[in-house]
């Protein structure tokens, strides 16, 4: 086999769910940033020079294909809602910026019940077909994220096996092409399920706070940082400009560890993901 000779650099992944006008009724709502404050980080992020690009450039960046631009970024969607083609969507296309959407394989779930179970909040609309496909056409990368958002950690092989590998064949029928990237719901993944996203024959998949601050160190666990609400300015600017992932990181490693005695664990910094 034939060693891939290219540089691995870093890029750093952020995660985005909803993009909406204002902030709803519902306090427990968390994963939202506003139609506002998502400009402003497209701005922060042209003005420091980055160009967003796709997992698709990504891969064909290791085959020898395509040369990376000087500051990637991969700039996530999670779900599909439909406020990610309406508000997020438009601003980027104004910035000549592209970015991943993981739909469900299901597409005849037309609202994001997830959320209610979750935060007991109303349901929202998610994307059809033809947004999907329009997005792709505008060279935004459409992922999967399951048939149906379950977390994949509650399933047994079976189940789970159906949850993505459908999820892959669903989407590709829509788009009528290959889908080669994939993210957890809730961010939920063990080395079992990467084994089932692997053999389905995704080539990315995309974590939270589980994969390895470096990029690329784990393919099918790509570590993210999240974007909501809980994001005052600020703080992209500490998470875009800073090795902020590798803090998460050494945060959630020590935690686990048991290093970080409870009193010192903020909660804060346990974001709920979805
Ligand atoms: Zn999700």
Request: hydrophobic content about 35%.
């Amino acid at each position: 086999m034939k060693k891939e000779s290219k540089k691995r650099p870093e890029i750093k992944v952020l995660m985005y769910h909803r993009v909406i006008d204002s902030a709803p009724n519902d306090p427990v709502q968390m994963h939202y940033v506003t139609t506002d404050d998502f400009r402003s980080q497209m701005q922060i992020i042209e003005w420091f020079g980055y160009t967003p690009i796709t997992f698709i450039d990504y891969k064909l960046y290791r085959e020898g294909k395509l040369s990376l631009p000087a500051k990637p970024i991969i700039i996530t969607f999670d779900d599909g809602y439909l406020d990610t083609y309406e508000k997020a969507v438009p601003i980027m296309i104004n910035h000549n910026m592209r970015g991943v959407v993981f739909a469900m394989g299901d597409r005849s779930i037309r609202r994001a019940s997830w959320d209610q179970k979750q935060h007991d909040c109303e349901t929202y609309e998610l994307m059809d077909d033809n947004q999907l496909r329009e997005l792709r056409k505008l060279g935004f990368e459409i992922g999967a994220h399951t048939m149906s958002h379950e977390n994949l950690l509650d399933l047994n092989l079976d189940e789970a096996s159906y949850q993505i590998k459908c999820s892959k064949q669903q989407i590709e029928e829509v788009l009528n092409e290959e889908v080669y990237s994939f993210a957890y719901p809730y961010g939920a993944v063990d080395k079992r399920v990467q084994s089932i996203v692997e053999k389905a024959g995704f080539a990315y998949a995309c974590g939270v706070y589980s994969g390895s601050p470096r990029f690329d160190e784990s393919v099918l666990d790509f570590r993210r940082l999240a974007v909501d609400q809980r994001t005052p300015l600020y703080k992209f600017l500490i998470k875009l400009l800073t090795p902020y992932q590798y803090l998460e990181w050494s945060y959630h490693t020590l935690k686990k560890k048991q290093v970080l005695p409870e009193r010192h664990v903020n909660k804060r910094m346990i974001t709920e993901v979805s």
